[in-house]
């Protein structure tokens, strides 16, 4: 008996000892990493599996994705959605409501416009608008016609947690996914307290596990209209790109829940994003131009 506890232990060890496996892959517009401690490396091919099968629903970059195929018909009449498209649209509208719009996934005709370097018009604004999104009984209706969803703030956080899960069910449980800003971190790497993560440029550090932390309104993908550099996350009130260069790090549960939250207290500011984040479980790391040291 002692000898079978012995030995299953001494199991146990091994297996949580597994070796480090890391990969990477081109998903969702991005570098998908994946970093996990297992007897094998089989578990990253079903997470970037899963990741890109997420992509393929979530996607507004895709014509064929389940995303668009929602925009094309759902305002019609509602449309019925895959579970993983209705879990990521009611945390989004969710925040929206929080939020007073801040955090707004109907953004699309403004983004599509911005991603072509232009700037929106009074009828591309129009269309926009997270109340003309509406959520029943697992079907998507959309008020107006012309409407285009933009999942582009919250989707990879989603994909990161979903990767997570995958990793779970086939034994790696010490893992680390990394989907460009937005990390999800699963058990800590053997003899560790958690993961270490670099935030930005700043040369900090946090140590997380089974937790998630995204980042939002770098620089790295801001546009230039004559001159002005404009972020790629869109004020809903006036359609236009954040030009304050506010730089949000969100710690959270979930992915689900970081990277919005990121997404939207770079558009609400700090002072409202500490007020959102006071009523739940979560940390907020703002850096400005003017003060790049990290706050807690
Ligand atoms: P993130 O990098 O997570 O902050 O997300 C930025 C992306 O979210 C942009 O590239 C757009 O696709 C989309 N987006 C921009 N502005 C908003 C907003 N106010 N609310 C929700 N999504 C947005
Ligand atoms: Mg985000």
């Given at each position: 008996m002692v000898l079978k506890r012995i030995l299953s232990a001494a199991l146990f060890v091994c297996?949580?000892?597994g070796e480090r496996w890391e990969s990477a892959e081109p998903h969702m517009g991005t570098l998908v990493r994946i970093t996990i401690y297992a007897e094998e490396a089989s578990p990253l091919s079903a997470a970037f599996a899963r990741i890109r099968d997420l992509?393929?629903?979530?996607?507004?970059?895709?014509?064929?994705?389940?995303?668009?195929?929602?925009?094309?018909?759902?305002?019609?009449?509602p449309v019925s959605v895959s579970d993983d498209l209705w879990?990521?649209?009611?945390a989004a509208q969710k925040l929206a409501a929080e939020t007073g719009g801040a955090f707004d996934v109907t953004l699309g005709p403004v983004t599509h416009l911005w991603r072509k370097g232009r700037l929106p018009d009074r009828e591309t604004l129009e269309r926009c608008g997270w109340r003309n999104l509406v959520l029943k009984d697992h079907t998507v209706f959309l008020k107006q016609s012309g409407m285009q969803l933009d999942l582009g703030g919250i989707a990879k956080g989603y994909a990161a947690d979903e990767a997570l899960v995958t990793l779970r069910a086939h034994g790696a449980r010490q893992s680390l996914i990394a989907v460009s800003g937005d990390i999800v971190a699963g058990d800590a790497p053997p003899g560790k307290k958690g993961w270490t993560i670099g935030i930005g440029e700043t040369g900090q550090q946090l140590v997380l596990r089974n937790a998630?932390?995204?980042t939002s309104g770098d620089s790295e993908q801001s546009f230039q209209i004559a001159g002005v550099p404009y972020s790629h996350i869109i004020d809903p009130r006036t359609g236009l790109g954040l030009t304050g260069g506010l730089t949000v790090t969100?710690?959270?549960h979930r992915g689900l829940d970081?990277?919005?939250?990121?997404?939207?207290i770079s558009v609400l500011g700090e002072a409202r994003g500490r007020v959102l984040l006071s009523k739940r479980f979560q940390k907020l790391i703002v850096r400005t131009p003017q003060n790049r040291r990290l706050q807690n």
């Amino acid at each position: 008996m002692v000898l079978k506890r012995i030995l299953s232990a001494a199991l146990f060890v091994c297996v949580a000892r597994g070796e480090r496996w890391e990969s990477a892959e081109p998903h969702m517009g991005t570098l998908v990493r994946i970093t996990i401690y297992a007897e094998e490396a089989s578990p990253l091919s079903a997470a970037f599996a899963r990741i890109r099968d997420l992509d393929q629903k979530l996607s507004d970059y895709k014509p064929d994705s389940e995303l668009n195929q929602v925009c094309r018909t759902a305002h019609d009449r509602p449309v019925s959605v895959s579970d993983d498209l209705w879990r990521v649209l009611s945390a989004a509208q969710k925040l929206a409501a929080e939020t007073g719009g801040a955090f707004d996934v109907t953004l699309g005709p403004v983004t599509h416009l911005w991603r072509k370097g232009r700037l929106p018009d009074r009828e591309t604004l129009e269309r926009c608008g997270w109340r003309n999104l509406v959520l029943k009984d697992h079907t998507v209706f959309l008020k107006q016609s012309g409407m285009q969803l933009d999942l582009g703030g919250i989707a990879k956080g989603y994909a990161a947690d979903e990767a997570l899960v995958t990793l779970r069910a086939h034994g790696a449980r010490q893992s680390l996914i990394a989907v460009s800003g937005d990390i999800v971190a699963g058990d800590a790497p053997p003899g560790k307290k958690g993961w270490t993560i670099g935030i930005g440029e700043t040369g900090q550090q946090l140590v997380l596990r089974n937790a998630a932390v995204s980042t939002s309104g770098d620089s790295e993908q801001s546009f230039q209209i004559a001159g002005v550099p404009y972020s790629h996350i869109i004020d809903p009130r006036t359609g236009l790109g954040l030009t304050g260069g506010l730089t949000v790090t969100v710690i959270a549960h979930r992915g689900l829940d970081a990277d919005p939250l990121a997404t939207a207290i770079s558009v609400l500011g700090e002072a409202r994003g500490r007020v959102l984040l006071s009523k739940r479980f979560q940390k907020l790391i703002v850096r400005t131009p003017q003060n790049r040291r990290l706050q807690n």
